[in-house]
């Protein structure tokens, strides 16, 4: 938070900011609020801070600080915030972990309004539903914290600003600063005569405001300005004057000042007058996040964004004094609603001959169409005295398309769909005056027909409803945590931001800064690598390449390698080749940029599943599943579609990027390697691999993950690699930390799919056929790419029994970076394959794609494709229960309802089952240990195998300690995950870190109650103390192991057949959404999710995991879109080009409830791994889009098939909503009423 003091109106401003951006010569006497100063462990931990680790809001907890910040400053300025203005404070906030509905939650806490959800379900809102649930049999709980423990939130306990700056600022005189760095210069004059001096000085150096436009650039893409001038502190720039006819504006002014201003102005004005402000104001209500508005200035935006600036358009257009009958209007469209550039966006304006609609005046401006804003000027020019009505209108959209020409883009920027937004954008404010010609005038003007009133508002965030239904454990003993809604043990660490990651470990003495020089060919050989320039850079210490590798370089875990620096060819984009080290990062970064490669292109260069497929290249082996016999029954079935569906891959994303320090210790080649990773054991393995050294010479440490996701365990094994090899050349201590792109572009993420079917079913809805194919696009080096195609094998029947069966899966080579393991890994891709052709085949025989769910779902005893028994009694129950508890069929009901009475926005609902089969398939991945040591004072120092990235693995693990030893939580701590504590741990994935590790927790407590029970039995009145103190003077050992084998699981691929698993999760998930046909953007109203995972231990953990996986699911299915060139570079390399769902995008009302009375006989206290399988349900969002643009080609009678590919964007949804405006883009449309 940056608080600076205004001496002339004595106010003082905070303000949020993002630190990466945020010039520190630009800070000169403000004041910086950190999260360290907000609250701590030492003195008090602010409320903000308590609230959201006791809401839940944090999980791994690398986002949280910045929540805390957004929320702090808002509450510094507005302590009893509205919900509207808390969720603008948090826009610009990305959490990857908990899909934000308890970090909302604890943000309600401290609204004005009432934190009830207002769902007047049964005429009884969420606070009164509890009592009412605990009549029944089963009881049940919606809380997951008490509002009882808070601190109340006290303004004058508030840190205050510094009265000296507060001084300095009245006393001191103005006068221009100059700032010299190793590289720059920052002059900040104080006048604009000085200003303009030094831009005659000084030509080239910009104008510095805000640096939300020039710091970009300068961070990623190499720009570099060794002057800057800053004129934030001249007066006429921050000026802001309200006249008779409008208002002015300094340049500097930020836009989150504009937006103040003028929303008092919309007030103050004449409505007249305010057209304009309001249309603006539009604009800045999703322009960015709160933090970039609050740095951003009015003029760097208008000179800076020269396409995509949202102002730029409704400012031109409206570039006059305002008149009676005259109408401004500003629209974007953003590849997400909030915080996001604008694919396109317009602004627009027209005058009206007086008291007539004859056009006497007309601009139109639109933005992100080409590199500038540009003007329909021959358009506009030629409609001046024509009539608002639909001829012109016709003739508008004509002339629109013909002025505004979109040349064709290789930065894989569908020009089609901006060419449609620029008409249905005039459409759209067509709409707006015809309708308010008629609020002015009703008898000459008709006005829009009622359907199409709806469009004209566009869709809100607004504060999300939840609820969270659990069961509740009235009759265990107080004590015992087991089953209750614990907070996360690092949850007020991760709030304060004492929480250590491994780039908060301090220096190491002499330590080093590792940049990886990646390839940018695809396939090439290289000829030549020329380090010269960057050995000369400052501070540069070496350059390592794949011959300081001393031993492996190349890791064969199958036939094709994994390779840790490229040695004469590369392979993809991305590739690493070699790494600068040097003392800083900056410094590292510089020279990086400053080596050579020489490459000579080798063919072929294979990028896609259809280009790896026609050159046979795939990863060994293929698979196949079969069962009943599938070419007989499709000889007789009634029916046979076939088709396809395209699934994107996904970044992971995970907050913290891949970060590894490694220290050499000087002695006997030990190393400690301190490293952000899923899996240390591999991590140990490969870094002594590539050493040559033994495996207990490297000593591997996590404390804790800022978020993986499957992300972090070849890949970081990779990369701590490197930083070893450069430890060990250099015998200085490495730190590697992957800047935002370079994470992207280097480590991979979840496979590109393609499902090919071919199903075979009966009249009624009865599938009894499917014949299917499954190819995934693995990238360059095999990683667990052929597992992921055996998954998606294995988990493509979900919830459906499909008596002939044949299925194959091919895991394409290809040249994009290698992908690796993510959530779910495999199943949902599978799965969404499996439920398109379910809705074709409900499309088909024309019932219910829920009837046709509910007609081929599994229902009794029975066997999966591969012959391992399920019970799926639980299925039904959650199918059942999300059918009820989201009243489906009456919502239904609305959602036609709403359809019939609205024409260019449409509802949609789906509901879908999931079948989630746990297990490894191998007995020896889910072998785990546990250390659990009880020290003489009575404290416990509990460790595992397991990996702390968020999913409370830790927190559980010290219930399962709780309960076992009996004692309380806080007696038992967890220090970290270490190879040196725990040997040859398996990696925390697939769901079953709780599972196994708490088996081994549970092996390890028992054993030392058994050597104390003797001690016990003797005192039975005596306190835990009174009992170790004992036991240490009778010589018992207060150490043990625990250990767990792993679950018999194997699977014959020969056969066909197998217990690759030991359980299944089920699961339901109804959602409901609502689509404008005219940009394709969506609002997700509701989704309501019955999940079964047995006896859940922690509640609080295991909902966050399914709404953070949900929320997860919902990106992967719906907005998360990786694009590269035509070379194979990934274009999509950081936060601006890639989005992930913020909170605009979670459902407005959102619930889940865990399935009551389910056991497993399996799992730790009966509990049921839980981290992945929530993703899948995210799906329903996808179908339920599909259901909204089903009834508008329904209602539109057009054709009935048609294919939607993952993710389903707004330009898909725009496609797929076939209407004039489309036709006149693809050139297929013959004139004719729009
Ligand atoms: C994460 C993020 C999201 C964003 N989302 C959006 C969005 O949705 N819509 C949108 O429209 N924009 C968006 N922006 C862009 C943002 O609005 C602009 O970067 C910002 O307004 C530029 O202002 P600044 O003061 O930070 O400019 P700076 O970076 O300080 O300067 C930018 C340029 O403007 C020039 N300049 C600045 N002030 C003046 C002046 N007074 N006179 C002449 N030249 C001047 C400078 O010389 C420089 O070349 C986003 C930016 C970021 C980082
Ligand atoms: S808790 Fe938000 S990113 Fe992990």
Same mark, same amino acid.
């Given at each position: 938070?940056?608080?600076?003091?205004?001496?002339?109106?004595? !106010?003082?401003?905070?303000?949020?900011?993002?630190?990466?951006?945020?010039?520190?010569?630009?800070?000169?006497?403000?004041?910086?609020?950190?999260?360290?100063?907000?609250?701590?462990?030492?003195?008090?931990?602010?409320?903000?801070?308590?609230?959201?680790?006791?809401?839940?809001?944090?999980?791994?907890?690398?986002?949280?600080?910045?929540?805390?910040?957004?929320?702090?400053?808002?509450?510094?300025?507005?302590?009893?915030?509205?919900?509207?203005?808390?969720?603008?404070?948090?826009?610009?906030?990305?959490?990857?972990?908990?899909?934000?509905?308890?970090?909302?939650?604890?943000?309600?806490?401290?609204?004005?309004?009432?934190?009830?959800?207002?769902?007047?379900?049964?005429?009884?809102?969420?606070?009164?539903?509890?009592?009412?649930?605990?009549? !029944?049999?089963?009881?049940?709980?919606?809380?997951?914290?008490?509002?009882?423990?808070?601190?109340?939130?006290?303004?004058?306990?508030?840190?205050?600003?510094?009265?000296?700056?507060?001084?300095?600022?009245? $006393?001191?005189?103005?006068?221009?600063?100059?700032?010299?760095?190793?590289?720059? =210069?920052?002059?900040?004059?104080?006048?604009?005569?000085?200003?303009?001096?030094?831009?005659?000085?000084?030509?080239?150096?910009?104008?510095?405001?805000?640096?939300?436009?020039?710091?970009?650039?300068?961070?990623?893409?190499?720009?570099?300005?060794?002057?800057?001038?800053?004129?934030?502190?001249?007066?006429?720039?921050?000026?802001?004057?309200?006249?008779?006819?409008?208002?002015?504006?300094?340049?500097?002014?930020?836009?989150?000042?504009?937006?103040?201003?003028?929303?008092?102005?919309?007030?103050?004005?004449?409505?007249?007058?305010?057209?304009?402000?309001?249309?603006?104001?539009?604009?800045?209500?999703?322009?960015?996040?709160?933090?970039?508005?609050?740095?951003?200035?009015?003029?760097?935006?208008?000179?800076?964004?020269?396409?995509?600036?949202?102002?730029?358009?409704?400012? /031109?257009?409206?570039?006059?004094?305002?008149?009676?009958?005259?109408?401004?209007?500003?629209?974007?469209?953003?590849?997400?609603?909030?915080?996001?550039?604008?694919?396109?966006?317009?602004?627009?304006?027209?005058?009206?001959?007086?008291?007539?609609?004859?056009?006497?005046?007309?601009?139109?401006?639109?933005?992100?169409?080409?590199?500038? =804003?540009?003007?329909?000027?021959?358009?506009?020019?030629?409609?001046?005295?024509?009539?608002?009505?639909?001829?012109?209108?016709?003739?508008?959209?004509?002339?629109?398309?013909?002025?505004? /020409?979109?040349?064709?883009?290789?930065?894989?920027?569908?020009?089609? +769909?901006?060419?449609?937004?620029?008409?249905?954008?005039?459409?759209?404010?067509?709409?707006?005056?015809? @309708?308010?010609?008629?609020?002015?005038?009703?008898?000459?003007?008709?006005?829009?027909?009622?359907?199409?009133?709806?469009?004209?508002?566009?869709?809100?965030?607004?504060?999300?409803?939840?609820?969270?239904?659990?069961?509740?454990?009235?009759?265990?003993?107080?004590?015992?945590?087991?089953?209750?809604?614990?907070?996360?043990?690092?949850?007020?660490?991760?709030?304060?931001?004492?929480?250590?990651?491994?780039?908060?470990?301090?220096?190491?003495?002499?330590?080093l800064f590792l940049a990886v020089v990646t390839?940018?060919? *695809?396939?090439?050989?290289?000829?030549?690598?020329?380090?010269?320039?960057a050995?000369?850079g400052?501070g540069v210490f070496?350059i390592i390449?794949?011959?300081?590798?001393?031993?492996?370089?190349?890791?064969?875990?199958?036939?094709?390698?994994?390779?840790?620096? *490229?040695?004469?060819?590369?392979?993809?984009?991305?590739?690493i080749?070699c790494a600068v080290v040097a003392?800083s990062d900056d410094h590292a970064k510089q020279a990086a940029a400053k080596v050579?490669?020489?490459?000579?292109?080798?063919?072929?260069?294979?990028?896609?599943?259809?280009?790896?497929?026609?050159?046979?290249?795939?990863?060994?082996?293929?698979?196949?599943?079969?069962?009943?016999?599938?070419?007989?029954?499709?000889?007789?079935?009634? $029916?046979?579609?076939?088709?396809?569906?395209?699934?994107?891959?996904?970044?992971?994303?995970?907050?913290?990027?891949?970060?590894?320090?490694?220290?050499?210790?000087?002695?006997?080649?030990?190393?400690?390697?301190?490293?952000?990773?899923?899996?240390?054991?591999?991590? @140990?393995?490969?870094?002594?691999?590539?050493?040559?050294?033994?495996?207990?010479?490297?000593?591997?440490?996590?404390?804790?993950?800022?978020?993986?996701?499957?992300?972090?365990?070849?890949? /970081?094994?990779?990369?701590?690699?490197v930083a070893?090899?450069a430890?060990?050349?250099?015998?200085?201590?490495v730190r590697l930390i992957l800047s935002?792109g370079d994470?992207?572009?280097?480590?991979?993420?979840?496979?590109?799919?393609?499902?090919? +079917?071919?199903?075979?079913?009966?009249?009624?809805?009865?599938?009894?056929?499917?014949?299917?194919?499954?190819?995934?696009?693995?990238?360059?080096?095999?990683?667990?790419?052929?597992?992921?195609?055996?998954?998606?094998?294995?988990?493509?029947?979900?919830?459906?029994?499909?008596?002939?069966?044949?299925?194959?899966?091919?895991?394409?080579?290809?040249?994009?970076?290698?992908?690796?393991?993510?959530?779910?890994?495999?199943?949902?891709?599978?799965?969404?394959?499996?439920?398109?052709?379910?809705?074709?085949?409900?499309?088909?025989?024309?019932?219910?794609?829920?009837?046709?769910?509910?007609?081929?779902?599994?229902?009794?005893?029975?066997?999966?494709?591969?012959?391992?028994?399920?019970?799926?009694?639980?299925?039904?129950?959650?199918?059942?229960?999300?059918?009820?508890?989201?009243?489906?069929?009456?919502?239904?009901?609305?959602?036609?309802?709403?359809?019939?009475?609205?024409?260019?926005?449409?509802?949609?609902?789906?509901?879908?089952?999931?079948?989630?089969?746990?297990?490894?398939?191998?007995?020896?991945?889910?072998?785990?240990?546990?250390?659990?040591?009880?020290?003489?004072?009575?404290?416990?120092?509990?460790?595992?195998?397991?990996?702390?990235?968020?999913?409370?693995?830790? =927190?559980?693990?010290?219930?399962?300690?709780?309960?076992?030893?009996?004692?309380?939580?806080?007696?038992?701590?967890?220090?970290?995950?270490?190879?040196? =504590?725990?040997?040859?741990?398996? /990696?925390?994935?697939?769901?079953?870190?709780?599972?196994?590790?708490?088996?081994?927790?549970?092996?390890?407590?028992?054993?030392?109650? !058994?050597?104390?029970?003797?001690?016990?039995?003797?005192?039975?009145?005596?306190?835990?103390?009174?009992?170790?103190?004992?036991?240490?003077?009778?010589?018992?050992?207060?150490?043990?192991?625990?250990?767990?084998?792993?679950?018999?699981?194997?699977?014959?691929?020969?056969?066909?057949?197998?217990?690759?698993?030991?359980?299944?999760?089920?699961?339901?998930?109804?959602?409901?959404?609502?689509?404008?046909?005219?940009?394709?953007?969506?609002?997700?109203?509701?989704?309501?999710?019955?999940?079964?995972?047995?006896?859940?231990?922690?509640?609080?953990?295991?909902?966050?995991?399914?709404?953070?996986?949900?929320?997860?699911?919902?990106?992967?299915?719906?907005?998360?879109?990786?694009?590269?060139?035509?070379?194979?570079?990934?274009?999509?390399?950081?936060?601006?080009?890639?989005?992930?769902?913020?909170?605009?995008?979670?459902?407005?009302?959102?619930?889940?409830?865990?399935?009551?009375?389910?056991?497993?006989? +399996?799992?730790?206290?009966?509990?049921?791994?839980?981290?992945?399988?929530?993703?899948?349900?995210?799906?329903?969002?996808?179908?339920?889009?599909?259901?909204?643009?089903?009834?508008?080609?329904?209602?539109?009678?057009?054709?009935?098939?048609?294919?939607?590919?993952?993710?389903?964007?707004?330009?898909?949804?725009?496609?797929?909503?076939?209407?004039?405006?489309?036709?006149?883009?693809?050139?297929?449309?013959?004139?004719?009423?729009?």
């Open positions: 938070m940056i608080s600076t003091y205004e001496p002339a109106s004595k !106010k003082i401003r905070h303000y949020s900011a993002n630190a990466c951006l945020l010039p520190i010569c630009s800070l000169y006497g403000a004041a910086v609020t950190t999260v360290e100063g907000v609250g701590s462990t030492k003195t008090r931990v602010h409320p903000v801070q308590e609230r959201l680790a006791k809401c839940h809001g944090s999980q791994c907890g690398f986002c949280t600080p910045g929540m805390v910040m957004s929320i702090y400053t808002l509450l510094r300025n507005h302590p009893e915030p509205t919900s509207e203005q808390m969720i603008a404070a948090l826009a610009g906030n990305l959490c990857r972990c908990t899909g934000y509905r308890p970090i909302l939650d604890a943000c309600k806490t401290f609204c004005k309004e009432s934190i009830c959800c207002q769902r007047k379900t049964n005429e009884k809102c969420c606070l009164d539903q509890e009592d009412d649930l605990f009549d !029944k049999e089963e009881k049940v709980s919606t809380r997951l914290f008490s509002t009882d423990e808070f601190q109340p939130l006290d303004p004058t306990q508030e840190l205050i600003f510094p009265p000296e700056l507060m001084r300095m600022a009245e $006393n001191q005189p103005k006068r221009t600063l100059s700032f010299h760095g190793e590289r720059m =210069t920052w002059i900040s004059p104080v006048s604009l005569d000085e200003l303009l001096d030094l831009k005659a000085s000084y030509p080239k150096a910009p104008l510095l405001v805000g640096n939300t436009s020039v710091g970009p650039e300068m961070k990623f893409r190499g720009v570099f300005h060794p002057i800057v001038i800053a004129p934030a502190r001249i007066p006429d720039l921050n000026v802001v004057k309200c006249l008779d006819d409008g208002l002015t504006l300094g340049a500097a002014c930020s836009l989150s000042v504009v937006k103040d201003i003028l929303t008092n102005a919309v007030v103050e004005f004449p409505e007249e007058k305010t057209k304009v402000f309001s249309a603006v104001l539009q604009q800045l209500r999703t322009l960015a996040g709160e933090q970039i508005r609050n740095m951003a200035s009015l003029g760097g935006n208008i000179v800076s964004r020269k396409s995509t600036s949202d102002l730029n358009p409704i400012l /031109a257009a409206s570039n006059c004094m305002l008149n009676l009958g005259e109408y401004v209007s500003a629209f974007r469209q953003a590849p997400r609603r909030e915080n996001a550039l604008p694919v396109t966006n317009a602004g627009m304006r027209v005058l009206f001959e007086e008291g007539t609609d004859t056009i006497k005046d007309l601009s139109i401006f639109y933005g992100g169409a080409v590199s500038t =804003t540009v003007c329909a000027k021959q358009t506009c020019r030629t409609l001046i005295g024509r009539h608002w009505n639909k001829q012109m209108l016709d003739e508008a959209c004509r002339l629109v398309l013909k002025e505004i /020409a979109l040349p064709g883009s290789d930065s894989g920027e569908k020009v089609d +769909y901006k060419k449609t937004l620029i008409v249905s954008f005039f459409y759209r404010f067509f709409l707006e005056v015809s @309708q308010s010609l008629k609020t002015m005038d009703p008898c000459h003007y008709p006005g829009i027909p009622m359907e199409y009133r709806s469009v004209l508002q566009d869709f809100k965030t607004k504060m999300p409803q939840s609820i969270q239904i659990y069961q509740a454990k009235p009759s265990q003993s107080p004590q015992d945590p087991v089953g209750r809604p614990v907070m996360h043990q690092s949850g007020i660490k991760h709030a304060t931001g004492e929480a250590v990651y491994v780039d908060d470990l301090p220096s190491v003495d002499g330590e390839s940018s060919r *695809a396939h090439a050989k290289i000829v030549s690598i020329d380090t010269s320039e050995l000369k400052p070496d390449t794949a011959h300081d590798v001393p031993a492996t370089n190349e890791f064969y875990y199958s036939d094709d390698p994994e390779i840790i620096f *490229a040695r004469n060819k590369v392979i993809c984009v991305g590739q080749v003392d050579k490669i020489e490459y000579e292109v080798l063919e072929p260069v294979i990028l896609t599943i259809a280009e790896a497929i026609q050159h046979n290249s795939f990863f060994e082996p293929k698979r196949k599943l079969e069962q009943g016999n599938v070419d007989r029954a499709f000889e007789t079935v009634d $029916n046979i579609i076939e088709g396809e569906i395209h699934i994107g891959g996904q970044e992971h994303f995970y907050i913290e990027t891949q970060s590894v320090l490694v220290v050499p210790k000087g002695e006997d080649k030990e190393m400690d390697v301190y490293v952000s990773t899923q899996h240390p054991a591999i991590i @140990q393995e490969m870094v002594a691999a590539s050493l040559g050294v033994p495996a207990n010479r490297i000593m591997c440490h996590v404390k804790r993950v800022g978020g993986a996701f499957g992300g972090k365990l070849l890949k /970081a094994g990779l990369l701590a690699s070893a090899v430890a060990n050349k250099t015998s200085r201590a935002r994470d992207m572009l280097i480590t991979g993420g979840r496979h590109p799919f393609i499902g090919k +079917y071919k199903v075979g079913f009966m009249k009624d809805g009865r599938i009894r056929a499917v014949d299917a194919k499954y190819y995934i696009n693995g990238g360059c080096t095999p990683d667990e790419s052929v597992l992921v195609a055996e998954v998606s094998l294995l988990k493509m029947d979900n919830a459906y029994k499909i008596p002939n069966l044949r299925c194959r899966a091919y895991a394409c080579k290809t040249n994009l970076p290698s992908n690796t393991a993510f959530r779910g890994f495999g199943f949902p891709q599978s799965a969404l394959v499996t439920e398109t052709w379910i809705t074709g085949v409900a499309d088909k025989v024309g019932l219910s794609p829920e009837k046709i769910r509910e007609i081929n779902m599994y229902k009794e005893n029975e066997q999966t494709h591969f012959k391992q028994k399920l019970d799926p009694q639980n299925l039904i129950r959650c199918w059942n229960e999300c059918m009820e508890k989201s009243a489906y069929y009456s919502r239904k009901t609305a959602v036609n309802e709403f359809n019939k009475q609205n024409y260019w926005k449409k509802k949609g609902i789906a509901i879908v089952p999931m079948k989630f089969p746990f297990g490894l398939g191998t007995r020896y991945l889910s072998q785990a240990a546990a250390l659990v040591h009880i020290y003489t004072d009575g404290s416990v120092l509990l460790t595992h195998g397991g990996i702390e990235m968020g999913q409370g693995i830790h =927190t559980k693990m010290i219930q399962v300690a709780s309960r076992e030893l009996n004692i309380p939580m806080s007696c038992i701590h967890f220090c970290e995950t270490s190879t040196t =504590t725990v040997p040859n741990a398996c /990696a925390s994935v697939g769901s079953a870190g709780t599972d196994v590790n708490g088996m081994a927790v549970k092996d390890a407590c028992q054993t030392l109650m !058994k050597r104390l029970q003797p001690i016990i039995n003797k005192n039975p009145k005596g306190t835990w103390n009174d009992w170790i103190k004992e036991a240490f003077e009778q010589s018992v050992s207060l150490s043990a192991t625990g250990y767990f084998r792993g679950y018999n699981e194997n699977m014959d691929w020969e056969k066909g057949e197998g217990q690759p698993f030991t359980y299944f999760l089920y699961g339901a998930a109804c959602s409901e959404v609502e689509i404008n046909c005219l940009t394709g953007d969506h609002k997700n109203i509701r989704t309501d999710i019955v999940m079964d995972i047995g006896c859940s231990i922690n509640p609080a953990v295991d909902i966050g995991q399914i709404e953070g996986a949900f929320v997860q699911g919902i990106g992967l299915y719906t907005m998360e879109e990786l694009k590269y060139s035509p070379e194979g570079v990934l274009y999509t390399r950081g936060p601006d080009q890639y989005k992930i769902p913020a909170v605009c995008d979670i459902p407005e009302q959102f619930s889940v409830s865990l399935l009551s009375s389910s056991q497993n006989p +399996y799992a730790i206290y009966a509990s049921k791994g839980i981290g992945e399988a929530g993703l899948f349900l995210g799906c329903s969002v996808f179908f339920a889009l599909r259901d909204a643009v089903t009834r508008v080609r329904n209602e539109r009678g057009l054709k009935k098939t048609f294919a939607l590919n993952s993710p389903l964007t707004a330009e898909q949804i725009r496609a797929s909503c076939t209407d004039d405006f489309t036709e006149m883009v693809i050139g297929r449309w013959r004139g004719g009423s729009v």
